[in-house]
């Protein structure tokens, strides 16, 4: 028997319908000596700091740094073990104990094979395995994949790659999270290897926006009529100072024509755009329709699982030459398609811009398969179109253009106007984007033109617009550079922060942590969000250079041309440099010492928070949380704690029952833990009648 495992039950459907294991079981499709079971996604994941003895966050644990980490099944919300997932786990177990072979069917990506790759791990499985390694979900690629098998260890370093970021990940993010927790004193505050940088572009450039203080300027221009249409002549030139511009300005318009004094043309060539990957597919959907990325993930996946597109969480825009010698066949497809047909059968040779192997990643660029696509919604056939037209203007020829530059010059004063004829339309045909209603007449130098109107306009700077999703998954792409030139933006792929795939959850955890919130098209953060920048943006954890060059050596791993062992250590000495960097920012945060010195060490001096008190001397853990039984202890019987050992009689706590009761909190001595007492009561003599 085969056994072969997917990453959800939808995809196993699919191949064990191919593989002609059609049996319904509990957990799995049997028939044809093929079972097929599946995962839900991330079954086992890293155990959290209590596996490793920590419990709470505590200063002197940090920073928590496992010789081994450790693998345990996936929990619910509240922690505790989610009984799907362990059903599953057993369905699994008994698969692998009684099959002679595995076949690895997961996305076939990072993420896809940490899923099996854990799973095996955790399972102490040590059947061999093999990869299904597909680029879509269609019947063909599913058969020729499986006559095609390769060896699973050849994705040794694609597991390594993606084992390094999940415990690069965890070190971080727990580390750092308890840190600046620990120094606030009250309140979580979540930080992140990836997630705090992206904080820091969003807050960064928001700031920028707000904070921009717009300047005045004056331009001037004049208009002349050719065959009744206007045509505008404007100054490059802006002057900042409004007497300037407007003494100028009335010498300049008793001129009733000018002469031209040089006409420049020259052609340009607009190559076709770059197919998509999903970042690039992710920013145009965000532009035209207001889709998440979340969103377009979504549906991108679902378009993938119902054999319509390729793989989506690709971060390649170019295809190898054996999948471009598909795409006339694929072009044909659309043929009787009543949007694009036409428009497909334009394509005689299809333009080779996006075709470079050597470009290409885990997976090509995404593609349509030429599958119908079935009962699709309006939010599914925006994404597919978006999908169909990006790889129509691909595969178009190049846009060539005439341009037109026309400079009058007026008392030593040069005015320009510029047109633009669309010598061949090329791929913008596609989106009807071709126009020639900015053509210039066919001016000569020294050729006299009547002036019909002059005029002096005031302008004001602009600041840089605040994020959207677009133009904050482009940053992320391209590290903080914010790079528009998409084949530039390709060439450093590596630099960027995050993957393609994991962006879109790096900004719903954002808004999730309420750091930022969306408001129309834009991406604001809040004054939670904007307080944690302040704190950190001149902090480690806050780089994005530097969170670049943890992606880039991730990469290396993937390729195999860095060490995991050395990433490790460079994560581990980052880690214990961040920890310090925040427990440093105690200071940052609203608390008071009121001149108590430690019960416990006697050096430090307690700290009052809002929710604790607690030694500033970093080597004493001592602390004394506020609330007790439902009552929250003041400042005053808080100092009488830490003085005498012990409160006055409090009223009004309540016991887990839910009784209230009356106590004394008192201060043990040795463990330095609180404990309540129970004075007695005074017995009073009762009053008896005389007699």
């Known amino acids: 028997m085969i056994t072969i495992i997917a990453e959800k039950p939808s995809v196993a459907r699919q191949i064990s319908r191919v593989v002609g294991a059609m049996e319904r079981k509990v957990g799995y499709y049997g028939g044809n000596n093929y079972c097929v079971t599946w995962a839900f996604g991330h079954l086992i994941q890293l155990a959290m700091p209590e596996a490793y003895g920590v419990t709470g966050f505590r200063r002197?644990?940090?920073?928590?740094?496992?010789?081994?980490?450790?693998?345990?099944?996936?929990?619910?919300?509240?922690?505790?073990?989610?009984?799907?997932?362990?059903?599953?786990?057993?369905?699994?177990?008994?698969?692998?104990?009684?099959?002679?072979?595995?076949?690895?069917?997961?996305?076939?990506?990072?993420?896809?094979?940490?899923?099996?790759?854990?799973?095996?791990?955790?399972?102490?499985?040590?059947?061999?395995?093999?990869?299904?390694?597909?680029?879509?979900?269609?019947?063909?690629?599913?058969?020729?994949?499986?006559?095609?098998?390769?060896?699973?260890?050849?994705?040794?370093?694609?597991?390594?790659?993606?084992?390094?970021?999940?415990?690069?990940?965890?070190?971080?993010?727990?580390?750092?999270?308890?840190?600046?927790?620990?120094?606030?004193?009250?309140?979580?505050?979540?930080?992140?290897?990836?997630?705090?940088?992206?904080?820091?572009?969003?807050?960064?450039?928001?700031?920028?926006?707000?904070?921009?203080?717009?300047?005045?300027?004056?331009?001037?221009?004049?208009?002349?009529?050719?065959?009744?249409?206007?045509?505008?002549?404007?100054?490059?030139?802006?002057?900042?100072?409004?007497?300037?511009?407007?003494?100028?300005?009335?010498?300049?318009?008793?001129n009733k024509s000018v002469v031209i004094s040089k006409v420049e043309c020259k052609e340009k060539t607009e190559e076709p755009p770059l197919l998509y990957d999903l970042t690039a597919l992710q920013k145009d959907a965000n532009v035209r329709y207001g889709f998440t990325a979340e969103q377009t993930l979504a549906i991108a996946q679902k378009l993938y699982e119902a054999k319509a597109i390729t793989y989506p969480r690709t971060s390649s825009r170019y295809i190898p030459d054996d999948v471009y010698d598909e795409i006339p066949k694929l072009l044909r497809t659309l043929a009787d398609d009543e949007q694009w047909g036409a428009l497909s059968m334009t394509i005689r040779k299809p333009s080779r811009h996006s075709v470079d192997a050597s470009k290409v990643t885990d997976h090509h660029a995404l593609l349509i398969t030429g599958e119908k696509l079935q009962y699709p919604s309006n939010d599914d056939k925006k994404i597919y179109n978006l999908i169909v037209g990006r790889m129509l203007e691909a595969f178009s020829d190049k846009c060539v253009k005439e341009l037109t530059a026309v400079t009058a010059e007026v008392n030593g004063v040069p005015f320009v106007t510029k047109g633009t004829v669309i010598r061949q339309p090329g791929w913008r045909f596609i989106n009807n984007e071709e126009t020639d209603s900015d053509r210039l007449p066919n001016w000569k130098e020294g050729q006299e033109i009547p002036v019909s109107g002059w005029g002096l306009a005031e302008g004001k700077t602009k600041p840089v617009p605040i994020h959207t999703e677009a133009t904050l998954l482009t940053e992320m792409e391209s590290c903080g550079k914010g790079i528009g030139d998409e084949e530039l933006a390709q060439a450093i792929k590596d630099c960027g922060i995050g993957t393609p795939a994991t962006r879109a959850n790096i900004i719903e955890t954002l808004i999730a942590r309420e750091y930022m919130i969306r408001l129309n098209k834009q991406l604001i953060p809040t004054e939670k969000g904007l307080f944690i920048y302040e704190l950190l943006k001149d902090r480690q954890i806050a780089d994005v250079a530097m969170t670049g060059q943890w992606e880039q050596s991730l990469a290396k791993i993937e390729r195999g041309e860095y060490s995991p062992d050395d990433f490790r250590k460079g994560i581990e000495d980052y880690t214990g440099s961040i920890v310090q960097e925040l427990l440093s920012l105690e200071d940052k945060f609203e608390h008071s010492g009121i001149g108590i010195p430690c019960p416990k060490c006697g050096k430090g001096t307690m700290q009052f928070y809002k929710k604790v008190v607690k030694c500033d001397n970093p080597a004493c853990d001592c602390h004394v949380f506020r609330e007790k039984a439902g009552k929250e202890l003041t400042n005053d019987q808080l100092k009488a704690l830490l003085t005498d050992g012990k409160t006055g009689i409090i009223k009004g706590f309540k016991s887990k029952q839910g009784n209230s009761f009356d106590a004394v909190v008192t201060l043990n001595r040795e463990t330095f833990q609180t404990e309540f007492s129970f004075p007695e009561r005074k017995k009073t003599a009762k009053k008896g009648k005389s007699r």
């Open 60 to 254: 002197d644990a940090l920073p928590i740094i496992p010789n081994e980490f450790q693998l345990v099944s996936r929990k619910d919300a509240k922690g505790n073990e989610d009984a799907g997932v362990k059903e599953q786990l057993k369905v699994i177990k008994n698969l692998f104990e009684h099959t002679e072979k595995i076949i690895v069917a997961t996305d076939a990506g990072r993420e896809g094979e940490l899923i099996f790759r854990y799973l095996y791990q955790y399972l102490g499985c040590h059947v061999p395995f093999q990869r299904l390694w597909i680029s879509s979900l269609t019947d063909k690629a599913i058969k020729e994949g499986m006559k095609n098998l390769k060896d699973g260890h050849d994705f040794d370093n694609l597991f390594l790659s993606a084992k390094a970021r999940s415990e690069a990940d965890w070190l971080v993010g727990i580390n750092a999270t308890q840190a600046l927790t620990i120094a606030a004193g009250k309140g979580t505050y979540s930080l992140g290897r990836v997630q705090t940088p992206t904080l820091a572009m969003v807050c960064r450039r928001f700031l920028e926006n707000k904070n921009f203080k717009p300047t005045a300027f004056w331009q001037m221009h004049f208009t002349t009529e050719e065959k009744g249409r206007a045509i505008k002549f404007q100054t490059s030139e802006r002057w900042e100072a409004k007497a300037t511009a407007e003494a100028l300005f009335q010498q300049l318009k008793e």
